[in-house]
């Protein structure tokens, strides 16, 4: 069964902290790894990773994959409240296939 | 339109009764996704259309939910005979496909659907 694993499941650290999210995935045909930001309603993306060890930053936020050991991290630094927010990972399979297995999410959130 | 567009935002009805819930995605946007997300759980692939046409119906949990798609664009989603534990947000997402591969999905801010 395919399976996406989020981790830690909440996280609360104070603004100006840096902070790593983890995922790893067990699934079949492979094809790509995407990351969401969902605040209130709709996840917004935030990345897609198809190459392993290829870094793709935006601002504070920054992620990358690894193919081999089967896992990504999205990293956030300088963290501000408007990064409070449920993270989500997600995977795609190749063409034919092309729904998205979530995570749960990691909650996270900034103190002031 | 800017972005992908769902109705109702919120919707209570009894159990028994029957509910269709609408997108409308981005413009151009050939690919369509339906999600369920309960309390406490990650998003859980329902179905997805290419056109009009629906290539995984895989994830739909019972004979109750159907969803169709006309002219490429609209869908809806529909459950017949609710049931509590249909309660949950249904997103819709849209893509495109570009040289046979899907782009990043992108969400509408869903129906919260509540059955008493």
């Known amino acids: 069964e395919d399976k996406v694993v989020q981790s830690p499941l909440s996280l609360v650290v104070h603004e100006g902290d840096t902070v790593t999210l983890n995922c790893s995935y067990e699934?079949?045909?492979?094809?790509?790894l995407l990351w969401y930001k969902q605040e209130k309603k709709a996840p917004t993306f935030l990345f897609m990773l198809?190459?392993?060890?290829i870094e793709k930053k935006s601002g504070r936020l920054s992620s990358i994959l690894d193919k081999k050991e089967l896992f990504s991290i999205l990293n956030i630094t300088a963290t501000q409240t408007g990064d409070s927010a449920v993270y989500l990972c997600a995977v795609a399979q190749v063409f034919g296939n092309e729904k998205l297995t979530f995570g749960t999410g990691t909650r996270l959130t900034i103190i002031p | 339109g800017a972005g992908v567009s769902q109705s109702p935002s919120n919707k209570v009805t009894e159990k028994g009764k029957d509910v269709e819930l609408r997108c409308d995605p981005i413009?151009?946007?050939?690919?369509l996704y339906w999600y369920r997300q309960s309390l406490g759980q990650g998003l859980e692939f329902l179905i997805y259309?290419?056109?009009?046409?629906?290539?995984?119906k895989s994830g739909l949990p019972s004979d109750r939910f159907s969803a169709e798609r006309t002219g490429g664009s609209v869908s809806t989603l529909t459950i017949q005979r609710t049931q509590q534990e249909d309660s949950a947000v249904y997103l819709c997402?849209?893509?495109?496909?570009?040289?046979?591969?899907?782009?990043?999905?992108?969400f509408g801010d869903g129906t919260r659907l509540s059955i008493l």
């Open positions: 198809t190459s392993s060890g």
């Open positions: 997402a849209s893509s495109l496909i570009d040289r046979g591969f899907s782009q990043p999905q992108h």
């Open positions: 699934v079949t045909n492979f094809r790509s």
């Open positions: 259309f290419q056109g009009n046409s629906a290539p995984d």
């Open positions: 413009s151009g946007h050939t690919a």
